[in-house]
């Protein structure tokens, strides 16, 4: 009877534990990410559950995805971030939805909005076009271009595996000293002597000869159908299961995943910062353990 008693008394703590953890979690104010139903649709919406699960216990807020028709108008996007959450801890908008961040600001001064502006050179500040003169009423996070591309030099010398051939990366003209400079400081830090081909045009790309590994940064989204049995390190938010297996690495700097790191940045008042890509290795095919092991640890 009393170890009967004690496990009712053990339970009922157990429950009401987390009854009072439930209470706190779902009180505090959630963070808001507008989408649009094609990202959603590429992105993979079981991936954007599973990431947004995962972002709300690290955060222990919701994090409510906002998707909108890619069709629809400022007034029914801006509608459907109002409506999503009356007092939100922030809201976040990739930079495709500047306008609707400015609109957004205007009508709720107190909430934090967050402008995502991805891929772009130091000097240029896309955003200030957007909402004005002035971004400072704004918390403005941009993808870490230099530690990507650090990353991605590191991982094409493990996958070289010194056959000593050449390296191809093709990418964005915008990124195109940030990456160049970061790609070759990293090889120059693996002590790769590597000869590396830079392109800021798919049509520069002549084919695949003598090439032990292809970065895709932005552009070349065709090589993918053309060429075949040659490791690629892709930028890209796609779901990876659309991808071909050649793609080893992915660098994934999507809203889903620079949430966690864009959120503690506004809770520590920095009102700009940088966020790397998470990086997925892929297991693509012909990989060995130990080149496998060696791009983990990147």
Request: glycine share 6%; proline share 5%.
């Amino acid at each position: 009877m009393k170890l009967r008693r004690k496990t009712i008394i053990t339970a009922s703590s157990f429950a009401f534990t987390v009854l009072v953890v439930l209470i706190a979690f779902l009180a505090r104010p959630p963070v808001l990410i507008v989408t649009d139903l094609s990202f959603a649709a590429l992105y993979g919406e079981n991936r954007i559950k599973l990431e947004t699960a995962h972002s709300s216990l690290v955060l222990f807020r919701r994090v409510i995805p906002v998707a909108v028709a890619d069709d629809a108008g400022d007034d029914i996007i801006d509608l459907a971030v109002a409506g999503a959450s009356k007092n939100p801890f922030c809201a976040i908008f990739p930079l495709r939805f500047a306008q609707n961040a400015r609109n957004y600001r205007e009508k709720n001064p107190g909430i934090p909005v967050v402008l995502l502006e991805g891929r772009y050179p130091e000097e240029a500040n896309p955003a200030s076009f957007a909402i004005g003169s002035s971004t400072d009423d704004y918390f403005i996070y941009k993808t870490e271009i230099s530690a990507d591309f650090y990353r991605a030099g590191l991982a094409a010398a493990i996958l070289d595996a010194e056959k000593n051939e050449r390296l191809a990366v093709l990418l964005e003209p915008n990124v195109q000293t940030q990456g160049r400079e970061a790609f070759l400081k990293a090889l120059n830090d693996a002590g790769s002597s590597l000869q590396t081909s830079f392109f800021t045009a798919y049509s520069q790309f002549t084919g695949n000869q003598n090439i032990s590994c292809v970065v895709l940064a932005g552009i070349g989204a065709d090589y993918l159908d053309k060429y075949f049995d040659i490791p690629v390190i892709f930028f890209t938010w796609i779901d990876p299961e659309l991808i071909p297996l050649d793609v080893v690495l992915v660098f994934n700097d999507s809203p889903w995943v620079q949430a966690v790191p864009a959120v503690r940045m506004v809770a520590a008042g920095m009102t700009k910062g940088q966020i790397p890509s998470k990086i997925l290795f892929t297991s693509g095919k012909g990989i060995g353990k130990d080149t496998a092991r060696k791009l983990r640890k990147i």
